[in-house]
């Protein structure tokens, strides 16, 4: 399986500002996804970062809050924009072959708190 | 369509056995089971496709029932390692590899 190297692992960051995380794989992979999860509960999919073209956004998820760029394979980054304390939480990169039958590995995570 | 587990949480005492389930409202392509502790990401465990076998490796079982559109994981004599929480994640037709995930079951073993 893949290794999924993300940064910062944690931040604290003012109300107002943008913080941008980056993800590396260390092998291609056909897709990659970013997901949301608040303490407590479940992974939420924000969006599939699709390779030299925009993302694709889940319902409830716009790309003017949640810029993803995807320059090549092995490379993604989430930018959270203009920051309310609402979106304290963990980001989890993902990264999967694209196939039913290949499992998805994830990265540590990053964990945001807004101030 | 985030799919249901059932139970939300369960305390067992080591060596013994726990079911957790997974139930959507959709028609079931693959169920993917993962396991988070906390403050790490999720690890995978098994995948189950439509029209599969059973899976599993000592321990650690899974079925996929495509009439009843769910999924079982079936932890045998637990370990005090088995602690965590537990996510299904369901897979649409089109094998993209995105997953939409349970609400999750946390599991607990106690000495």
Known sequence: SAVISQKPS???CQRGTSLTIQCQVDSQVTMMFWYRQQPGQSLTLIATANQGS???YESGFVIDKFPISRPNLTFSTLTVSNM????????LCS???GRADTEAFFGQGTRLTVV | QQPVQSPQAVILREGEDAVINCSSSKALYSV???RQKHGEAPVF??????????????K???SFNEKKQQSSLYLTASQLSYSGTYFCGTGGSGNTGK???GQGTTLQVKP
């Open chain 1, 10 to 12: 944690r931040d604290i």
């Open chain 1, 54 to 56: 925009e993302a694709t």
């Open chain 1, 84 to 91: 309310s304390p609402e979106d304290s939480s963990i980001y």
């Open chain 1, 95 to 97: 990264g999967s072959r």
């Open chain 2, 32 to 34: 993917h089971w993962y």
């Open chain 2, 45 to 58: 465990l098994m995948i189950l496709l439509k029209g599969g076998e059973q899976k599993g490796h000592e």
């Open chain 2, 60 to 62: 650690i079982s899974a």
């Open chain 2, 99 to 101: 997953l939409i995930f």
